[in-house]
């Protein structure tokens, strides 16, 4: 049975249409369409429940030599109050998840993991860490001690401005001790749309509160809520990767096209034997612009000359590039810009052009 968020009642009554993710409910979109809610985000801001992701505490006198071994990046020159990009590999170097680590103070952190991989990562990490005999690392799973708001745009630092002096100055930092219309919460400079932004964690009672004061704050500028599909064709547009579509464990770090989180001159990381000699892989994340009609979603086989080349991974429409775009797993014989390929969209053939990444504006 799918689980509700502190902010569900705000949603149901304000129009959100409500659908099952990532074993929650929550809004795909509002009355506005996707299509306005992805255009607020890219010329003024919009608002995200984004309490469905989960949180860990990893903390202790091991806490640091523990990430440095579960975690592909690393972690030693990190000072207190930054954010930092992650990958969490298995033994053969395929991605369990992506996540971001949170330094807290010295000898805590918190971990920012994907919704629908919370109990797997749990699991794992506790795993892991008895397996390499951590005694002073503790973890905790907290994700329902936070709910979880997410507001992005290029009027995003205007609008919590008028609301909080404890505004992180940049990117991926934070302010653990914040405070949002009087509202105690932490106040991260991060986000998964490509704009500038905020994720603010708060107690759970205290969601809908700061939501609504956000939104007034925020009526003057135009901001508006916005749902799962926004989201989605932001950080596709964007050129993020995503967790089962870009990524998942049949697919390494250097694919995905994510080396730089990984630091294979660290003495040891789970992943980093079986990551050992494939730095430069037969097949890499690769961008589509479509050419012809049509839209080319995930699992479409990828083509040149009738001889199979890759799949895409996602595809959309993305409005403020007014263009039909994908990424793929592709060949990397075929990967570099320019080539023209044919996708395979439920049987009919669609010509596309391979394009690097991130996205430029067209």
């Known amino acids: 049975m799918e689980k509700k968020t502190p902010l569900y009642p705000w949603h149901e009554s304000h129009g959100g249409r409500i659908v099952p993710f990532a074993s929650y409910l929550l809004p795909v979109q509002y009355e506005s369409g996707v299509i306005a809610e992805h255009n607020a985000v890219r010329e003024k801001a919009g608002l995200f429940d984004v309490s469905h992701m989960g949180e860990f505490a990893i903390a202790g006198k091991a806490a640091l030599e523990a990430l440095q071994k579960i975690l592909t990046n690393d972690f030693t020159n990190m000072a207190i109050g930054r954010v930092r990009y992650s990958l969490m590999c298995n033994e053969q170097g395929c991605i369990i998840d992506d996540l971001v680590v949170c330094k807290m103070d010295e000898g805590r952190y918190m971990l920012v993991v994907n919704a629908a991989n919370r109990d797997k990562d749990a699991a794992w990490i ?96 135009g901001l508006i809520p916005c749902g799962l599909g926004a989201r989605d064709t932001l950080r596709l547009e964007a050129s993020m990767p995503l967790y089962g579509h870009e990524m998942d464990e049949t697919i390494t770090p250097f694919e995905a096209g994510l080396a ?40 479409c086989p990828v083509s040149v000359n009738g001889k199979n080349v890759g799949k895409t991974t996602s595809g959309t429409f993305c409005p403020h590039l007014k263009a039909a775009m994908a990424m793929a797993l592709l060949d990397t014989s075929i990967a570099a810009p320019g080539n023209i390929v044919d996708v395979d969209v439920r049987g009919r053939i669609i010509k596309a052009e391979t394009c690097a990444l991130p996205f430029s504006l067209i």
């Open 126 to 221: 506790k795993t892991k860490l008895k397996e390499i005999k951590l005694d002073g690392a503790s973890f905790e799973d907290v994700s329902d001690k936070f709910a979880q708001i997410a507001l992005q745009g290029p009027l995003a630092p205007a609008i919590l401005s008028s609301l909080s002096n404890t505004i992180p100055e940049k990117y991926y930092t934070l302010i653990e001790r914040g405070s949002v219309a009087g509202i105690d919460c932490i106040v991260s400079r991060t986000g998964y749309t490509g704009e500038t932004g905020f994720e603010l964690y708060c107690k759970p009672d205290d969601a809908i509160a700061l939501w609504e004061k956000i939104m007034q704050a925020g009526k003057n500028s």
């Open 260 to 299: 730089s989180a990984v630091k294979m001159n660290k003495d040891f990381f789970i992943g980093k034997e079986g990551l050992t000699g494939k730095e430069k892989p037969g097949r890499i994340r690769t961008g589509l612009k479509i050419i012809d009609r049509g839209i080319a979603r995930e699992n």
